[in-house]
């Protein structure tokens, strides 16, 4: 059987889709007029900004990749060493993705960092990736953010439209 939408839940409704629909046009605006602090293009529709969080996150991919590719190149010889220190690797990325500070891990605070910091090659390559890494997770926070909202405008719109389609089936 179905639930039929009270008057509250639909003010609620319009409440939320007027909010989202801001969210939009704020979204446009900054990005018509330059006015943000971004480093990707935010582009006038939820749809494009998706498209370019994935892309520019496959940029930022590519680039760990080249950092940390250039400083295991010196350890392939000794096979324990280089999988081990991939591993490391990993579990640094892991921690990094959630890591929520914008301050560089301190070795006394964490293993990972500590073994990694020995080497005079990670050290060199360390900032920079923790640059990147900082740029992914703010860019799968606002990911995640886009989508909920569309998410919740679709929820919201059925809401709508189910309470003005039975309101007008009643008249």
Do not use: W
């Amino acid at each position: 059987m179905k639930k039929n939408i009270t008057r509250e839940e639909y003010e609620n409704a319009l409440v939320r889709i007027d909010f989202i629909y801001r969210e939009k046009e704020l979204l446009e605006c900054m990005s018509r007029n330059k006015i943000y602090n971004a480093h990707i293009d935010l582009p006038g529709t939820f749809g494009e900004l998706l498209i370019n969080i994935i892309r520019e996150n496959k940029n930022i991919n590519n680039l760990i990749n080249e950092l940390e590719n250039s400083f295991l190149q010196s350890f392939k010889k000794d096979k324990k060493l280089y999988i081990s220190l991939k591993n490391k690797l990993n579990e640094f990325n892991e921690i990094l993705l959630n890591y929520n500070s914008n301050r560089f891990p301190k070795a006394e605070d964490n293993l990972v960092v500590a073994d990694l910091m020995q080497y005079e090659s990670f050290k060199k390559i360390s900032h920079e990736l923790f640059e990147l890494l900082k740029r992914k997770q703010g860019n799968s926070s606002l990911y995640g953010y886009v989508i909920s909202l569309d998410e919740e405008l679709q929820k919201m719109l059925t809401i709508k439209n189910k309470y003005e389609n039975y309101n007008k089936n009643c008249k």
